[in-house]
C-alpha cells in the first residue's frame, strides 16, 4: 500500500495558475497509476485527470481539458496536477488516489478502482 500527500493549493485569482503535488511513500510508486479527483462544497466527487504508471497514458474529465496536465516524476515519487486558466468552478479540495497497474498504458477514471488516497488540499479561487 502506498501513502499519498497532496500539496500546492492555495487561493489564486481567476485565470491564475497553480500546481499540486502528490508526493508518495511507502511502496514501489512506479507500480501505480495516479488520479486527481476534487470535490467542491454540496457536490459529489469528481474525476479530473488520470495517469499511467509509466506517464504514457492521461486522461482528463472535459471540464479540465486543455487547462490543466497531468504528469508525474517517478524517481521523485510525485505525481503533478499543473492547473492554468483557473476558474471558479474550479474551487475544491482536491484529492489523488493510486492504484496497482501492470500495464504501462493503463489508467483509471473511477473512485472504486483506488485503494490508496491522500487527505486532500484546498483550491480557492477568487474572482
Known amino acids: 500500500q502506498v501513502q499519498l500527500v497532496e500539496s500546492g493549493g492555495g487561493l489564486v485569482q481567476a485565470g491564475g495558475s497553480l500546481r499540486l503535488s502528490c508526493s508518495a511513500s511507502?511502496?514501489?510508486?512506479?507500480?501505480?497509476?495516479v488520479g486527481w479527483f476534487r470535490q467542491a462544497p454540496g457536490k459529489e466527487r469528481e474525476f479530473v485527470a488520470a495517469?499511467?504508471?509509466?506517464?504514457?497514458?492521461?486522461d482528463y474529465a472535459d471540464s479540465v481539458k486543455g487547462r490543466f496536465t497531468i504528469s508525474r516524476d517517478n524517481a521523485k515519487n510525485t505525481v503533478y496536477l499543473q492547473m492554468n486558466s483557473l476558474k471558479p468552478e474550479d474551487a475544491a479540495v482536491y484529492y489523488c488516489?493510486?492504484?496497482?497497474?501492470?500495464?504501462?498504458?493503463?489508467?483509471?477514471?473511477?473512485?472504486?478502482?483506488?485503494?490508496?488516497w491522500g487527505q486532500g488540499t484546498q483550491v480557492a479561487i477568487s474572482s
Open positions: 495517469i499511467s504508471w509509466s506517464g504514457s497514458s492521461t
Open positions: 511507502g511502496s514501489t510508486f512506479s507500480s501505480y497509476a
Open positions: 488516489a493510486a492504484a496497482r497497474a501492470h500495464f504501462r498504458y493503463t489508467l483509471y477514471r473511477h473512485e472504486a478502482d483506488f485503494g490508496s
